[in-house]
């Protein structure tokens, strides 16, 4: 299987990025796929594994390559981000999977988990790259990371479909929050499609930790992600908007 990691450079900092890469010519879509916030670990390069699987090239890039190795704790790094140099790291990543052989550089969705999920909402409203969206669980949606809007002020701007996922258990974003979201989606007439699971809380895709996980719903909702994206990825078609939340 071609999975490997390399490195690229961004603002004079390298940064590592775990790649899935075809074999064959294609062209093949591309996915971004942002981490949650304990970064690039186990169930981050599983998703890359499947996606590349399923035939497209996955690149997720390690948003935590300004910060020191030795700081402690997923908070302390999420503390540190800013959305000016997310956004410089995504869009570095995007440029990177254009140029690798074999990607369709016309069809490149973007998807995130926890943090990842916030990143994706954020890139969405701020890159006509990305032809298809798949937010999980994203937090802190109304919160800007440095100066500038939060993801949720740039709603407006929103640039493709999008397909979200949430537990009714979560409070990060919370059920409340979700509705927010949605409705403000809504009024700006965005595609999108938001899947709700009772008995689920946050992270519920997250097998490594067994407190959180949930299997059900992590099958459905990896189920109907893929859908999305082989939809709006793979093959031609308008988008009809589904039920919301």
Partial sequence: MAVRWDTINVDGQPMKIYLGLQDSPGPHPGVV????????????????????????VAAAPDLFHRQPAELPGNAARTS?????????????????????????????GITGFCMGGRVTYLMVANSSDFKAAAVFYGGNMMVALGEGPS????????????????????????????????????KYDKPHEFHSYSGAGHAFQNFLDANRYRETAAKDSWAKFLAFFDQHLKAAGPFHRKGSV
Avoid: M, W
Avoid at 153 to 179: A, R
């Fill in 151 to 186: 993801p949720f002020e740039l709603t407006s701007k929103v640039s493709c479909p999008l397909i979200g996922f949430f537990g009714e258990e979560d409070q990060n974003p919370s059920p409340v929050d979700v509705k927010k979201i949605d409705a403000e989606l809504t």
């Fill in 33 to 56: 796929v942002i981490h949650h916030g304990p970064g690039l670990d186990g169930q981050i390069q599983d998703v890359v594994h499947r996606l590349f699987r399923k035939g497209y």
């Fill in 80 to 108: 540190l981000l800013r959305d000016k140099e997310i956004i410089a790291d995504v869009n570095a990543t995007v440029v990177y999977l254009k140029g690798l052989r074999g990607t369709n550089a016309d069809q490149i």
